[in-house]
């Protein structure tokens, strides 16, 4: 469900469930953390490409599949402190703890889970019919996946709050103006590798120490925003507000986060 290729010293994922838009559920969680933990170990790799199979990027979270098994929730959620990054916070801010680029290829539709995960890579490349959404308060849910201070280190506070509080896709050329999205560009992966070919050329070592200086000028608390991010899920896991919506989005409802109760 999720690959992981080396080919010539660059490595390729790919979300590989394409019948399913390649939504996400908890194998794929456990195979992308997985494959993060075995690229760091592999000091040869210059870059990573993250892709999706198919018409579609990722369309978030396969909503059914893990709400099938409760057990799937507290395998997705658990941490052992606090401020430590649980399985959803590692498959976004992991690409972050490689010293190379990563660069995720977008097309079709890039929602929750998927959005969060590509913008825990450096560069987004995307196609222009590619359309971007955070969709946990459909769900009654908010953004838990570790990916709220990269969104502010991207975009401005009011524009994130909006995306996160609304649910509601935007396309390419919207996702680009709010910095969402690097570059628009009919072929993607011949982008990727003009881009990849570049910084290949230039010293591993300052493309590593460029990547933590930018990352540290975020200025954030990240322990403190993954604990928040967390335990802001749990509350709201267990208020029936949120249940309804859970149980409404298995039944395929087209706006199951029409619930009474206050923002």
């Known amino acids: 469900m999720v690959s992981l290729e080396i080919l010539n010293n660059i490595a390729y994922v790919t979300l590989n469930r394409p019948d399913k838009q390649n939504a996400l559920n908890v194998e794929m969680f456990t195979l992308l953390d997985k494959h993060i933990k075995h690229i760091k170990k592999q000091r040869s790799i210059r870059a990573v490409v993250l892709r999706g199979e198919g018409e579609h990027f990722c369309s978030g979270l396969d909503v059914k599949s893990v709400m099938a098994k409760p057990f799937n929730i507290i395998k997705l959620l658990f941490k052992w402190l606090p401020g430590n990054a649980n399985l959803v916070q590692r ?40 359309q971007v959404a955070i969709m946990e308060s459909r769900w009654g849910l908010c953004p838990d996946m570790g990916s709220s201070p990269l969104l502010l280190g991207l975009t401005q506070y009011d524009h994130a709050l909006l995306l996160s509080s609304q649910g ?71 208020s029936k507000n949120t249940r309804i919506a859970m149980h409404n989005a298995t039944k395929d409802d087209p706006k199951p986060y029409r619930l009474r109760g206050k923002w």
């Open 91 to 130: 498959v976004v801010l992991g690409w972050h703890t490689l010293p190379v680029p990563v660069i995720a290829l977008m097309q079709g539709n890039s929602f929750g889970g998927g959005l969060h995960i590509a913008l825990g890579a450096d560069i987004r490349i995307a196609k222009s019919n590619t």
């Open 168 to 238: 509601e896709p935007i396309n390419a050329e919207q996702a680009y103006k709010l910095g969402l999205i690097t570059e628009i560009v009919a072929e993607p992966e011949k982008r990727c590798h003009e881009i990849i070919e570049q910084l290949t050329s230039r010293s591993p070592d300052a493309l590593a120490a460029i990547k933590r200086v930018n990352q540290a000028s975020f200025h954030f608390n990240r322990r403190r925003v993954l604990a928040k991010e967390t335990w802001s899920q749990i509350k709201l896991l267990l």
